[in-house]
């Protein structure tokens, strides 16, 4: 990082130390204490069989609350739906207690649904618009590449006219082109 970086960190961190100990009402002095930091030991987490309430089950993420005999169930992970024999998914809940698993699976069906739908429209609508823009730029491109090739085409055919004003001016001053004007002609012996 450079120099600069560095400086406006360390700039924040001090006015944010400032400003936390001026709302804490403590000195700005900072006093050197030793603490022993211990590592936290992960929260133990009950067996889903001993939870009562759907609540506290669906707290877990591996539980399943079944409504039918109002148990707490381990969810089945070898399955990605659970099937029957463990609950009616009508009477699953997973996640939270207010959706059953049923309509949960079909409200992510139909936002994913959406969802894909909304990316391909977009998709589709962006290349059209990227290819109409293409074309529409090729046909302009094409215009005025036939524009040139017109304004070369009429430079040309100027320049050649000019040209054979000047050689035919050049041929009736040496007498190569007979001339109804000019009373003279080259007298040819036979």
């Avoid at 009477?91 to 309509?103: D, H, L, P, S, Y």
């Avoid at 649904?113 to 730029?137: D, F, N």
Wanted: charge should be positive; glycine fraction near 2%; charged fraction near 25%.
């Amino acid at each position: 990082m450079d120099k600069s970086r560095v400086f406006a960190s360390m700039l924040v961190f001090l006015l944010m130390r400032v400003a936390f100990c001026v709302s804490e009402g403590t000195p700005t002095t900072t006093t050197t204490t030793t603490t022993i930091t211990t590592t936290a030991l992960p929260p133990v987490r009950k067996p889903c069989k001993t939870m009562t309430s759907c609540e506290t089950c669906l707290a877990n993420v591996s539980c399943l609350w079944c409504l039918t005999n109002s148990s707490c169930m381990d969810y089945p992970v070898s399955y990605v739906i659970p099937p029957a024999s463990v609950c009616k998914l009508s009477q699953a809940r997973w996640g939270v207690c207010w959706v059953n698993f049923e309509a949960l699976i079909i409200a992510m069906a139909v936002v994913c649904g959406t969802l894909l739908l909304a990316i391909t429209v977009c998709c589709c609508y962006c290349y059209c618009c990227c290819k109409r823009r293409r074309s529409s730029s090729f046909d302009r491109d094409d215009e005025q590449l036939a524009r040139r090739r017109e304004e070369i085409r009429q430079r040309a055919d100027e320049r050649r006219g000019e040209r054979k004003v000047k050689h035919d001016e050049i041929r009736k001053k040496y007498g190569l082109i007979p001339d109804s004007d000019h009373p003279y002609s080259k007298f040819e012996n036979e």
